[in-house]
């Protein structure tokens, strides 16, 4: 019976773990409002921001109690929380509130929450965001924060998450940084090797985009690209590295948009 007992009680604190943790968990007002202002839990914010997204989508005017917020949100240091917001904000393209802050997230530090920012821009109809589209379709250099020398063990082709160890920098009086990642890709280039000293600003490597977010860029770009983008989209259409068949077919049916457009 103890063992029993024991085991009943570890499978439900895993359930109720999983279950309030699940960001498929339907939350009513009270629990959006509370989750909204909950920033020492990342995860219940993140929570409330996906389910406003699809009352955003199913057009809840009710949705719009929480606009102050969400714009908030877009302003806060912490990055999971503008680049959430910035998706959101997408769903409601009447806004002008959210088309300001869009525009305001293209300048953003992180590369994602300004990829997000151009998507959602996207669905308003604006071009503003192309250049960030246009950028996701090539490799990102990742720069050194300080000067120093550099040591990684990571080689080119490795693939890499978001957050992704990359390189460590050893200053010049002792001081140690670590060079994290901001987006989930594959390494391009190794720009500056093992033992090399780098200026501050130098890059220490390229890294390739993610398949969705190549994917999500040439969608966008089928909306509001130029001629002058072929060139970059055209390469993807004729095929690149080990990337899926999908990414080849949406940049020849970007390619034919953009055609479509110019003639």
Do not use: C
Not at 139 to 146: G, K, L
Not at 197 to 216: H, Q, T
């Amino acid at each position: 019976m103890p063992i029993l007992v024991l085991a009943i009680l570890f499978a439900s604190a895993t359930f109720l773990t999983w279950y309030f943790t699940w960001f498929g968990r339907e939350l009513s007002d009270a629990d959006i409002s509370r989750y909204l202002a909950d920033e020492k839990h990342p995860r219940h914010v993140q929570h409330a921001l996906l389910q406003l997204q699809e009352r955003l989508e199913k057009h809840d005017p009710g949705a719009r109690q929480w606009y102050p917020k969400i714009i908030e949100l877009s302003l806060n240091a912490e990055p999971e929380f503008r680049l959430t917001a910035a998706w959101a904000m997408g769903f409601d393209n009447q806004s002008n509130e959210f088309h300001q802050a869009l525009t305001n997230l293209l300048r953003d530090g992180e590369p994602l929450v300004r990829r997000n920012a151009a998507l959602a821009l996207v669905r308003f109809n604006d071009p503003a965001g192309r250049e960030v589209l246009l950028a996701t379709l090539e490799p990102y250099p990742v720069r050194a924060p300080t000067a120093g020398m550099v040591s990684s063990t990571l080689g080119q082709g490795s693939i890499v998450s978001r957050g992704t160890l990359l390189a460590r920098i050893a200053g010049p009086d002792n001081s140690a940084s670590e060079v994290r990642s901001p987006l989930p890709g594959r390494i391009n280039k190794i720009a500056a090797a093992n033992g090399s000293a780098l200026a501050s600003g130098e890059a220490i490597l390229l890294i390739d985009s993610d398949e969705n977010s190549i994917w999500e860029a040439l969608r966008g770009l089928a909306l509001i690209g130029r001629a002058e983008d072929l060139s970059e989209v055209e390469r993807y259409a004729r095929g690149v590295d080990s990337l899926p068949e999908r990414i080849k077919e949406q940049a020849a049916l970007t390619a034919k948009a953009i055609q479509s457009r110019i003639n």
